[in-house]
């Protein structure tokens, strides 16, 4: 398969469909809207049954095969906002609680978009390692405790304490909904192993891609209603929200490769490091950065990052993988 039908075959798949008639629904300002509840729900479900399935597997492959790669993952996630803070900072001109915002979001990650990879390299019949789903859970805390780090030291005043801030990035940044279901599952994943994937099958494989598709559906509606906020976030951060991604996305690749992954799960931590947080990162910058501006932060992951990864970027990714492993 060729580049261009690659990404034909990404645009036409149920997943990406759905996020369309999402955003349809918002532009035509339909009065299509999910429940809380429903949304919540729905949420919870996708990060339980990708963190167990990514446990099964770490059981299956052994840890051996996974320690390195996803301590390469946890170090990526962290180094992330601290290159693309200054450049929020200075070359974008924003505030430091803003740049610091934005910086966490880009170095946590987004389990939608990684699920749509997935999906994607199936269609196209690119095999994975099935343990990359580690690589998403350890990849969220430190980007979001190295964003607000960075937001307290640019916003301190002389002689004002920021210990209380931090602890409570931390524990939202560990014990946050996200993060706590991902790993939890995960640990609960392995050491059930295989067997026990084989009691939940019904539940978490079965109806896996129509809850996705229903997820996305309302991940459309919301991005739709985003849209207006671009005039607000101007260029430098419409072109931020595509560039950084491909950067980054390359990157991870490339450490895939160096940390022994084959081509598809290289691909995939090059989709992880591309992503952008809008379910962890939101949360824990909410309490722990207040001051920052949730147009910036949100319309930039939310309304530019992820329809740019789901649609565009996912394909150049594993493009960018197939001519480093050629």
């Not at 962290?78 to 200075?90: E, M």
């Not at 072109?239 to 799960?265: Q, R, S």
Request: proline share 6%; hydrophobic share 55%; net charge positive.
């Amino acid at each position: 398969m060729d580049f261009f039908e690659a990404i034909r075959a990404n645009l036409l798949s149920p997943a990406v469909l759905f996020f369309v008639l999402g955003l349809i629904a918002a532009l035509t300002k339909s009065d299509l809207k999910f429940p809380e509840p429903l949304y919540v729900g729905l949420t919870i479900y996708l990060l339980v049954a990708i963190g167990f399935k990514g446990g099964v597997a770490i059981a299956e492959g052994g840890i051996a095969k996974v320690w390195l790669p996803a301590l390469a993952a946890m170090a990526l996630g962290a180094l992330i906002p601290l290159w693309t803070y200054p450049l929020l900072r200075f070359g974008g001109k924003l505030p430091a609680v803003d740049a610091a915002a934005i910086a966490a979001h880009y170095g946590s990650v987004s389990a939608v978009t990684f699920i749509a990879a997935t999906n994607y390299l199936k269609v196209v019949n690119q095999p994975f390692e099935s343990y990359t789903t580690a690589f998403l859970a350890v990849m969220e805390s430190p980007a979001i405790l190295i964003g607000v780090v960075l937001g307290k030291l640019g916003t301190k005043k002389p002689g004002e304490s920021s210990g209380v801030s931090l602890g409570r990035a931390m524990h939202e940044a560990i014990f946050g909904r996200s993060i706590f279901l991902l790993v939890g599952t995960l640990v609960v994943g392995a050491l059930c192993g295989e067997a026990g994937m084989k009691k939940v099958e019904p539940f978490f494989v079965t109806p896996f891609q129509g809850v996705l598709a229903l997820f996305l559906l309302e991940m459309g509606i919301v991005a739709g209603r985003r849209l207006e906020d671009l005039k607000k976030v101007g260029a430098f951060l419409l072109a931020f929200g595509v560039v950084v991604p491909l950067i980054n996305g390359a990157l991870g690749v490339c450490l895939g490769k160096l940390t022994g992954l084959g081509l598809g799960g290289a691909t995939l931590m090059g989709v992880l490091s591309a992503s952008a947080s809008y379910i962890a990162a939101p949360a824990a910058i909410r309490t722990s950065l207040p001051d920052a501006n949730p147009t910036l932060y949100l319309t930039s992951s939310l309304a530019i990052t992820f329809p740019f990864n789901i649609t565009l970027g996912i394909p150049i990714y594993l493009e960018i993988a197939r001519r480093l492993y050629s």
